[in-house]
């Protein structure tokens, strides 16, 4: 497969991704409509990811912790908001065992609930707080249309709960981590995202307030790359999480949730790849390295072979690396094949090299001539980590200008219509449920996030022409 040619992005950026995602192995087509199976490298990618977040959540004072997968329909029907917001994509389970059930259990689809009503039983006094839990789980959401790694009817994802004795300590809490996931994403995966608070329409149902980082892919629609909710005390009074504070009085907790999920695969997949497939990210790559040996015949062989271990065995020892050794493909194919799967760096050793004391090394981020140069074999280890981080600030400084080169600021609606066709608006906005529903049915581009760096002074709105005191992003969305 890996030397067949790719659609392009510009003939059909959809199904550019849906070979990329297939050829490159990350995740396949599952028998159950609608879900995938994480192959082993996508997997490997995620599990990368996973302990990216989860250094920063313990960093934090945060514990893991595992809830059931199964929920009471009563728990559900405890938040009203909740459960309207979540009743078209339940996946309910009436019976078990041959038996009818005789309380439908719902498949779970976020954990608010349970684990609201575990935090009921457990926290009764100002000293149990604050609670920081995450745990990293599968959910179930019965989405009609679905695509790998972006919407599937089950994800992989972690989720923070927690619960606080002040609305104060809830909101740092949400904001908080917030940040942790856009350190992460601008870190690690070289992702440009833009965090801010989402309208009244677009936020989780059941939350005060919800944030989001939106990041932009490359054929300029919006991705929410991770949410993070103060829910107030809606929870806690559907749930009766009570304490006893200080003054010995009896008080609701505030609660916040947060969630990341493997939908990011497909943000860093849709952000950073090319015509030629994946291009990952150093830090997060399943292989940061790749060695192939440039061996024509035996002799050849006898004199690389050697000198190859002894790179494998030395950068080994600080990269997630890779020999290619396959003697039934030619180096040419081998090439496209680690192209394809998008490893950052890819050192080619042969005689001629060895002569020298090079090894010549491709840069995935900059095909061809461009990406190519000589790296000292005595001072290999410290070249390949300096190549690296260059890698990485190239992707962020590449995907960050093409962002910003397709975010307009309109000067009026019908110029607004034109822009979310090929980028993303920033515009003025009053506010009101209306213009955005009007915009929405009009133009197909949603509220993305109301950012928290706002521009100085008023402005109008953009559809209506009120006075406006916030800017927020329009865009068509995944």
């Known amino acids: 497969m890996a030397d067949e040619k790719l659609t392009t992005q510009a003939e059909n950026f959809s199904e550019w991704y849906n070979q990329v995602v297939l050829r490159a192995e990350m995740a396949d087509y599952s028998p159950v409509r609608g879900c995938m199976v994480v192959r082993p490298y996508g997997w490997a990618l995620w599990e990368n990811i996973q302990q990216s977040l989860d250094r920063r959540f313990k960093a934090t004072g945060h514990v893991n912790a595992a809830f059931p997968m199964f929920i009471p329909m009563s728990f559900l029907e405890k938040e009203k908001e909740h459960v309207e917001g979540f009743s078209p994509e339940l996946a309910i389970v009436t019976h078990g065992g041959g038996q009818k059930l005789e309380e439908p259990l719902v498949v779970r689809p976020t954990s608010e609930t349970i684990i609201g009503y575990m935090y ?31 919407r599937t009817l089950e994800f992989y994802w972690q989720e923070g709960h927690t619960a606080h004795a002040t609305e104060a300590e809830a909101r740092e809490e949400t904001r ?25 329409t677009e936020k989780f149902a059941g939350a005060v307030q919800s944030i989001s980082m939106e990041a932009m892919m490359g054929d300029t629609k919006a991705l929410q790359a991770g949410t993070s909710h103060f829910l107030g005390q809606n929870f806690a009074k559907a749930f009766d999480i009570k304490f006893l504070d200080q003054n010995n009085v009896l008080q609701y907790a505030w609660t916040t949730s ?108 900059k095909p061809g001539r461009e ?17 690296l981080t260059e890698i990485h600030a190239s992707m962020y400084d590449k995907a960050e200008a093409f962002r910003d080169a397709h975010i307009y600021d309109p000067k009026n609606y019908d110029e607004l219509k034109e822009v979310v066709q090929n ?28 950012p928290f760096n706002q521009p100085d002074g008023e402005g109008r709105c953009i559809y209506c022409g009120q006075p406006a005191s916030e800017k927020v992003y329009f865009a068509r969305a995944y």
């Open 371 to 387: 990406g190519k140069s000589t790296l000292a074999l005595d001072q290999l280890t410290a070249q390949v980590a300096e190549l």
């Open 423 to 450: 980028g993303w608006a920033f515009s003025w906005w009053c506010g009101s449920k209306e213009c955005e529903a009007r915009i929405k049915e009009e133009t197909k581009a949603t509220t993305r996030c109301i």
């Open 120 to 150: 009921s039983q457990w926290i009764k006094s100002y000293r149990d707080l604050p609670i920081l839990i995450n745990q990293w789980a599968n959910v179930v959401r019965w989405e009609m249309r679905t695509r790998l790694f972006l």
């Open 258 to 365: 947060w969630g990341f999920s493997t939908r990011f695969i497909g943000a860093i997949i849709m952000t950073h790849g090319d015509d030629h497939g994946l291009v990952l990210p150093p830090k997060l790559a399943p292989i940061q390295v790749v060695i192939v040996p440039i061996a024509r015949n035996d002799a050849d062989r006898s004199t690389v072979m050697p000198v190859v271990e002894r790179v494998a065995s030395e950068l080994g020892a600080n990269f997630r690396i890779k020999v290619d050794d396959r003697s039934e493909v030619t180096p040419g194919f081998k090439f496209n094949d680690w192209e394809l799967r998008g490893v950052p760096l890819r050192l080619e050793i042969g005689p001629k090299d060895i002569e020298k004391g090079v090894v010549t090394a491709a840069r995935r981020d």
């Open 176 to 200: 908080r981590m917030m940040d942790q996931y856009t350190n992460f994403a601008i870190e690690d995966a070289a992702v440009p995202v833009i965090p801010g608070r989402k309208s009244e």
